[in-house]
T-cell receptor, first 112, second 113 residues
Framework: TQLLEQSPQFLSIQEGENLTVYCNSS?????LQWYRQEPGEGPVLLVT?????EVKKLKRLTFQFGDARKDSSLHITAAQPGDTGLYLC????????????FGPGTRLSVLP | EAQVTQNPRYLITVTGKKLTVTCSQN?????MSWYRQDPGLGLRQIYY???????DKGDVPEGYKVSRKEKRNFPLILESPSPNQTSLYFC????????????FGPGTRLTVT
């Protein structure tokens, strides 16, 4: 069974601070996705990274896929209260017909 | 509006009483999937479907059934629900070539007593 770990599990910071969330596995994934989930709602896709070493930027969010396609990071610059939520990484494995594995999530709270 | 819909949103039932949670998408996506989300365990994939009449087990398929007779619908069936199936369930759909980007429904909170 493929597993994804995320760290930290919880993060509480002040508005304006920077932060990095990590997603790690011993397995190789064909792609890795990041989602944000707010209470009472389904996850919303933020980005998909496919190539080892790939870096994608989405406004104040920077996503990186590890060279070996086993890990990823999400960096938020100058966090805002609107960034508060549960951040989930998900690895897609084509070994099992597009089976997805999710990490347990990082719960971020940005205080004004 | 492009969306994934689930019904019901909330359901309280008793052990052993068969139930179906419906999922429908209007984006003509080939890929559909069911997940359950539990505290501390994250989202775990139950079943997925690459296309009509094609379904595969995810990581936690025991106690669940699915069918994909039409492209837009992917119902989740619990033939004999048990309390350990109390959870928050999400349906998702996606399309793509090299990789699939998933769009999630609003969730169904199921309680089995």
């Amino acid at each position: 069974t493929q597993l994804l770990e995320q760290s930290p599990q919880f993060l509480s910071i002040q508005e304006g601070e920077n932060l990095t969330v990590y997603c790690n596995s011993s397995s190789v994934f064909s792609s890795l996705q990041w989602y944000r989930q707010e209470p009472g709602e389904g996850p919303v896709l933020l980005v998909t990274v496919v190539t080892g070493g790939e870096v994608k930027k989405l406004k104040r969010l920077t996503f990186q896929f590890g060279d070996a396609r086993k890990d990823s990071s999400l960096h938020i610059t100058a966090a805002q209260p609107g960034d508060t939520g549960l951040y989930l990484c998900a690895g897609e494995s084509d070994n099992y017909g597009q089976n997805f594995v999710f990490g347990p999530g990082t719960r971020l709270s940005v205080l004004p | 509006e492009a969306q994934v819909t689930q019904n019901p949103r909330y359901l309280i039932t008793v052990t052993g009483k068969k139930l179906t949670v419906t999922c429908s998408q209007n984006m003509n996506h080939e890929y559909m999937s069911w997940y359950r989300q539990d505290p501390g365990l994250g989202l775990r994939q139950i079943y997925y479907s690459m296309n009509v009449e094609v379904t595969d087990k995810g990581d936690v398929p025991e106690g669940y059934k699915v069918s994909r007779k039409e492209k837009r619908n992917f119902p989740l069936i619990l033939e004999s629900p048990s309390p350990n199936q109390t959870s928050l369930y999400f349906c998702a759909s996606g399309s793509g070539g090299t990789f699939y980007e998933q769009y999630f429904g609003p969730g169904t909170r199921l309680t089995v007593t």
